[in-house]
C-alpha cells in the first residue's frame, strides 16, 4: 500500500481584481506611445521625453506589479512548502519543512492588515503573500518569524503540514 503522505498537496489563489489594474498599466503605456508617436508638441523636447518616459514607466511598474500577483501557487511535498506568484512564478520562495514549528489556519486574511496586495513584509507580523482577502495559511517558522499566503483550501493545506510535521522522513524513506 502507497504511504499517503507521499502526495503533494497543491493550492492557489486568484484575484481577478489586478486584471483591471493591470488594463490600467496598459493604458498608461499605450498613453506614452501616443504621445511619442502623435502628438505635435509645441513645447519642447525635454517635456514630450519626460511626458513619454513617465507614462511608459509607469505603465510597465503597474503591469509588472498586478501581473505578478495575480495568482499564487502552493505546493507541499514532504520536504517544503513551495509558492509561486503570478504566471513566471516569480517571486518565489521555498521553505523546507524542517524550518516550520506550525501551520496554522486563519479564516480572514485582508490586504488592509499587509498594506496592501503583493509580497509584503511589517515589523512584528512577519512575510506574507496576499492575492486576495479570505482563507490563507499561516507558517510559525523557526526564525521566530511567520509566514502567512492567501490561498484556497488553506484548511487542507494545514492538515497536510501537521501531517508532515508529526511523521517527518526517516533518511529518505517512509516512517512505518
Same mark, same amino acid.
Given at each position: 500500500m502507497k504511504d499517503d503522505r507521499s502526495r503533494v498537496w497543491t493550492g492557489r489563489a486568484t484575484n481577478r481584481v489586478q486584471w483591471l489594474l493591470a488594463l490600467i498599466g496598459a493604458a498608461c503605456m499605450a498613453l506614452g506611445i501616443e504621445l511619442a508617436v502623435a502628438t505635435q508638441w509645441t513645447g519642447g523636447l525635454a517635456p514630450l521625453v519626460m511626458s513619454v518616459v513617465g507614462c511608459i514607466a509607469a505603465g510597465l511598474l503597474i503591469l509588472a506589479g498586478t501581473v505578478a500577483f495575480v495568482h499564487v501557487a502552493v505546493s507541499v511535498d514532504d520536504d517544503a512548502?513551495? =509558492?509561486?506568484?503570478?504566471?513566471?512564478?516569480l517571486p518565489r520562495r521555498r521553505i523546507p519543512l524542517t524550518?516550520?514549528?506550525?501551520a496554522e489556519f486563519e479564516p480572514r486574511v485582508t490586504p488592509r492588515h499587509w498594506g496592501g496586495w503583493g509580497y509584503r513584509w511589517r515589523p512584528g507580523k512577519g512575510t506574507a503573500?496576499? =492575492?486576495r482577502r479570505g482563507e490563507g495559511l499561516v507558517l510559525r517558522l523557526s526564525n521566530g518569524h511567520d509566514f502567512t499566503i492567501t490561498v484556497d483550501n488553506a484548511e487542507e493545506a494545514v492538515r497536510t503540514i501537521r501531517d508532515r510535521l508529526r511523521h517527518p522522513l526517516a533518511g529518505g524513506a517512509a516512517e512505518a
Open positions: 512548502l513551495e =509558492v509561486r506568484c503570478g504566471h513566471l512564478g524550518q516550520v514549528l506550525a503573500v496576499v =492575492v
